[in-house]
């Protein structure tokens, strides 16, 4: 395998990306790849906040401090964000590779290949929100891809709703690749693969509905 992340290949044709990874003893580019994965990740969350998606409780303070003081906070929100973004870009990566390798006799190499593939859908459902928010005004609650907007129909319970708005078609695409790539490479039974893929993110989800619902909590 070559240094190149053939994300479009690994995306849409799977089976061939499938079975040339399992048949390849050494997985060239890895640790490089992973690298630029994460900066990416930054750079997206980085992009983000500077359009102002996220720091809507920096508005609310726009008339009881003064402009430079405000500039400043935006400043530090651009970089906290763009830090968090290395964080999740490194998460992302390295524990669904870590879980699924603990469980299965793959090379670490091989689990981190296999989000390479995850990890841009999660980027670019962040990206396409970007205009969405800047055009409609709409927060990732409300985003048109994920069930925050039903659940803001059905509950008044807040933790629920922000739950139910990290599910979206997005994450449903992420799940599919990762278990298409492990139902394959693993040999394992499809049922025990699809459980392992669907508990690791179900996880993940109640632990950023968790942040984002702590988050929105404080703003208030």
Same mark, same amino acid.
């Given at each position: ?13 799977? $089976?061939?990306?499938?079975? $040339? ?6 997985? *060239? ?11 990416? *990740?930054? @750079?997206?969350?980085?992009?983000? +906040? ?9 508005? =609310? ?15 530090? %929100? ?5 830090? !968090?973004? @290395? ?9 669904? +590779? ?7 006799? @793959?090379?670490?190499? $091989?689990? !981190?290949?296999?989000? &390479? ?8 459902? $962040? @990206? ?6 800047? *055009? ?14 039903? +659940? ?15 599910? *979206?078609?997005? =994450?449903?695409?992420?799940? %599919? ?13 499809? =049922? ?7 508990? !690791? ?5 109640? %632990?950023?509905?968790?942040?984002? &619902? ?5 703003? !208030?």
């Amino acid at each position: 395998m070559n240094n190149r992340v053939e994300v479009l290949r690994g995306l849409f044709n799977y $089976k061939y990306y499938t079975y $040339k990874l399992r048949d390849t003893e050494h997985v *060239s580019g890895v640790w490089k790849n992973t690298l630029l994965l994460i900066l990416l *990740s930054g @750079l997206v969350f980085g992009i983000s +906040a500077y359009f102002g998606i996220g720091s809507e409780y920096l508005s =609310k303070k726009l008339t009881s401090i003064s402009r430079e003081e405000y500039e400043l906070q935006k400043l530090l %929100f651009m970089a906290g964000q763009t830090i !968090l973004g @290395l964080v999740f870009g490194a998460i992302m990566l390295f524990l669904p +590779a870590l879980f699924f390798w603990t469980l299965s006799d @793959l090379e670490l190499n $091989k689990l !981190l290949t296999v989000q &390479f593939f995850v990890l841009p859908i999660y980027l670019f459902e $962040k @990206l396409i929100m970007i205009p969405l928010a800047l *055009s409609l005004g709409l927060t990732q609650v409300s985003s048109p891809f994920a069930l925050g907007t039903i +659940a803001q129909y059905i509950t008044g319970n807040d933790f629920i709703i922000y739950f139910l708005a990290t599910l *979206s078609i997005f =994450k449903v695409w992420a799940i %599919f690749i990762e278990y298409k790539y492990l139902k394959m490479l693993t040999g394992k039974n499809p =049922k025990i693969v699809l459980l392992m893929v669907i508990g !690791l993110n179900l996880i993940i989800w109640l %632990f950023s509905a968790l942040v984002s &619902f702590i988050q929105f909590d404080k703003i !208030l």
